[in-house]
């Protein structure tokens, strides 16, 4: 069975920091780009960063850029969002993605549609 599994998430304040990982099982998506989207309440899922299957091309929305970090080791199948000076509008439900359909591409989508995994989510909190 194959899972991708978040955690790292919790409550924290304005101007802190949280580390997110995603840990895969059942495939290895080394060879594939994956990525960070969330889902604050009443809205729609939205791209938060992604990376190539290399890690040599990264992908930030204009709203975390500068503040987050992704990053991925592909010998231990995982990818990880580094959050540092969290707001309070960066509350959402974090869910990490992989996209098998993109193999060895040079680039990573930053299309919620382009991904095909997807991890339950973990809840990141920010109180002002």
């Known amino acids: 069975q194959v899972q991708l599994v978040e955690s790292g998430g919790g409550l924290v304040q304005a101007g802190g920091s949280l580390r997110l990982s995603c840990s895969a099982s059942?495939?290895?998506?080394?060879?594939?780009?994956m990525g960070w989207f969330r889902q604050a309440p009443g809205k729609e899922r939205e791209f938060v960063a992604t990376i190539s299957w290399s890690g040599g091309r990264t992908y930030y929305a204009d709203s975390v850029k500068g503040r987050f970090t992704i990053s991925r080791d592909n010998a231990k199948n995982t990818v990880t969002l580094q959050m540092n000076s969290l707001k309070p509008e960066d509350t959402a439900v974090y869910y990490c993605?992989?996209?098998?359909?993109?193999?060895?591409?040079?680039?990573?989508?930053?299309?919620?549609?382009?991904?095909?995994?997807w991890g339950q989510g973990t809840q990141v909190t920010v109180s002002s």
């Open positions: 059942g495939r290895t998506f080394s060879r594939n780009p």
């Open positions: 993605a992989a996209d098998v359909n993109s193999y060895l591409s040079a680039y990573a989508s930053r299309l919620r549609d382009d991904y095909d995994y």
